[in-house]
């Protein structure tokens, strides 16, 4: 089959390919969500425990995001885009057969590498195969399968997890793997670009070792998960790492995570608030799905049917972000629609076992409209001032900085709820548990405002259209939330 012979079929399959994988690894994040309860009953485990599944698959997508681009550019788009698919199946398959929480933190690590390089290569598949013409057309046939993951992920997952085996979360992916293996390896074609730098294999060790050991060790603080000796060690290891990258990043020619783009005002606005904002966003789908089944009592399926309101809010934002950033510009709409978001974060603390299931699905469905109009602008805003030449590693570094602050919010959701069970004595969470951890996270996401509030009133008005420039539709910029979905939010 000649994919190249008609571009009719070409902006069409190139982009439903791609879509596939990213539908399966959105699937997959927000399905183990719900999930998580019924996984840790039937480990033994403490459900907060389970919260290291989740951190382990958000740390190992930091990790090898970085060699993304370049393994596409040195092998062939086509050759790393089915490997990511092969490397996350089998993750999956590892993540079904386990019956411990190391092989499952373990199996879902090795989904994490496979996920790392789904998402940004497929996206430049499309770039070099889809003419610039037909490129809006063709992300718009991206967006809607890959939002459907975070859509269909908590019912599903709590329909499985309530009538079923909770392994079967991880089995769907294998048709959906092969699938999609079979048409990548089949259509898309196996470009390759020349690159004059070396691949960053110093800074590479020193940033992912840096990371997983001050993410990890931040993991562990307080819940008896490793003696303590060794969480202060692996946390201020990590940072010593981390400052040794620092330094190597500012001699090297061409380091894999180019901190020099931090001097660029919009990208530091979008990568500094946004750190803040996706914290509150990588807790969201921890600390809910718990609060309703842990706290209130309902089954893994009643969640879910719940949970996946605020994606379904998300999908709404898809025809409005276009025409709010024109009117408002970026400054105006980060600044005050983080204190909204935060404001709907501090409000979930407030729901109740009493409290009509009717008013909780649509106070998660208008959160989660504002919140994907938030990484929408996000999103954007980050590109806005970066030239072609630093496009690539503008990507590598958003990509990881997303994918960290989603980590640490997991982290830090878990260790909120950790610390109210310490304060109250107890050994199991209740109803009133959650209040504190939602509260301290809409204030996390509350303090992205003051980047934002910095920004100058113009930023970004050439991208938006405000102000007489071209302006781009809905499906340009709506795009980008498919791009780095995960959790409640769908981003």
């Known amino acids: 089959m000649r994919l190249t012979k008609s571009p009719i079929s070409r902006e069409f399959i190139v982009p439903l390919i791609v879509a596939c994988a990213l539908f399966m690894e959105n699937l997959d994040s927000t399905v183990i969500s719900t999930a998580l309860p019924a996984i840790a009953r039937s480990m033994g485990e403490n459900p907060l425990k389970l919260n290291l599944a989740i951190t382990c698959y958000l740390l190992s997508l930091g990790i090898f995001i970085p060699i993304s681009g370049w393994m596409a550019d040195r092998f062939g788009s086509r050759t790393v885009f089915s490997s990511a698919i092969i490397i996350f199946t089998l993750g999956s398959i590892g993540c079904a057969s386990v019956s411990s929480l190391p092989g499952l933190m373990i199996a879902r690590a090795v989904q994490g590498m496979g996920g790392a390089m789904t998402v940004p290569v497929g996206r430049l598949v499309i770039l070099r195969t889809i003419p610039k013409a037909q490129l809006v057309q063709a992300m718009t046939y991206l967006t809607v399968p890959a939002l459907l993951g975070p859509v269909l992920g908590p019912p599903l997952g709590g329909f499985i997890a309530t009538f079923g085996s909770w392994r079967w979360i991880f089995l769907i992916n294998i048709p959906i793997g092969i699938l999609g293996l079979t048409l990548a390896w089949m259509l898309i074609p196996n470009i390759k670009e020349p690159r004059s730098d070396a691949f960053d294999w110093p800074g590479f060790a020193l940033v992912g070792l840096g990371l997983a050991g001050a993410m990890f060790g931040f993991e562990t603080i307080g819940r008896d998960i490793i003696p303590g000796i060794w969480t202060a060690g692996l946390v201020s290891g990590g940072g010593v790492l981390l400052v040794f990258y620092y330094l190597h990043a500012r001699k090297a020619d061409f380091p894999i995570i180019d901190l020099r783009l931090m001097q660029i005002k919009t990208f530091s606005a979008a990568i500094g608030g946004g750190f803040l904002f996706r914290m509150g966003i990588g807790a969201l789908p921890f600390l809910v799905p718990l609060m309703l089944q842990l706290g209130f009592g309902l089954t893994p399926f009643e969640s879910g ?139 996390l996401m509350g303090l992205s405002s003051i980047s934002f509030w910095k920004m100058a009133a113009n930023a970004g008005d050439e991208i938006s259209g405000r102000g007489g420039h071209t302006t781009p539709t809905p499906d340009q910029l709506a795009p980008q939330v498919a791009s780095h979905g995960t959790g409640i939010a769908a981003d």
């Not at 409005?320 to 404001?343: Q, Y």
């Not at 109210?420 to 548990?433: E, H, I, P, R, V």
């Open 305 to 443: 049917m719940i949970t996946f309101a605020g994606a379904a809010g998300a999908m709404t934002m898809k025809f409005t972000a276009g025409p709010i950033l024109r009117r408002l510009g970026f400054r105006r709409t980060l600044l005050w629609n983080s204190l909204l978001c935060a404001v709907f974060m501090a409000c979930y603390g407030l729901f109740r076992p009493e409290t009509p299931h009717l008013v909780i699905i649509l106070t998660l469905l208008v959160g989660g409209f504002f919140r994907s109009l938030q990484f929408t602008g996000l999103n954007t805003l980050a590109y806005a001032d970066i030239d072609s030449p630093r496009m690539s590693r503008a990507t590598t570094f958003s990509s990881v900085a997303q994918q960290l602050s989603l980590s640490f919010g997991v982290g830090c959701g878990a260790m909120l709820l950790h610390f109210t069970l310490l304060a109250k004595g107890q050994a199991q969470l209740s109803a009133d548990d959650f209040w504190p951890a939602f509260v301290v996270v809409g204030v």
